[in-house]
Nanobody
Framework: VQLVESGGGLVQPGGSLRLSCAAS????????MSWYRQAPGKELELVAH????????NYADSVKGRFTITRDNAKSTVYLQMNSPKPEDTAVYYC????????????WGQGTQVTVSS
């Protein structure tokens, strides 16, 4: 399993950013995919997840209406579109396969840092 997150950076409140996660080493279309984040001093939390073919999406209440998760099975990539980010969205963002409690995973990619600040 390999997961490579990218697209993070510094963004102003109210701006937009799109994160990508390129997956390899497994049959991408056989798994739900999830985005998690870890803010400084806090535990990993689930942000959004998407079903195998993208028909079902769910979001944490804190990002609902602002973030959108999508996937491209042909490219083995999952995306997180972040619109109107807030300073409290500042975190390292990770993707992973399936929908597990963060402590249940035995592999994480390097993540991508998102900083929301003016």
């Amino acid at each position: 399993v390999q997961l490579v997150e990218s697209g993070g950076g510094l963004v102003q409140p109210g701006g937009s950013l799109r994160l990508s996660c390129a997956a390899s080493g497994f049959t991408f279309s056989s798994y739900r995919m999830s985005w998690y984040r870890q803010a400084p001093g806090k535990e990993l939390e689930l942000v959004a997840h998407i079903s195998k073919f993208g028909g079902i999406k769910n979001y944490a209440d804190s990002v609902k209406g602002r973030f959108t998760i999508t996937r491209d099975n042909a490219k083995s990539t999952v995306y997180l579109q972040m619109n109107s980010p807030k300073p409290e969205d500042t975190a390292v963002y990770y993707c992973n396969r399936g929908l597990l409690h963060p402590l249940e995973y035995d592999y994480w990619g390097q993540g991508t840092q998102v900083t929301v600040s003016s």
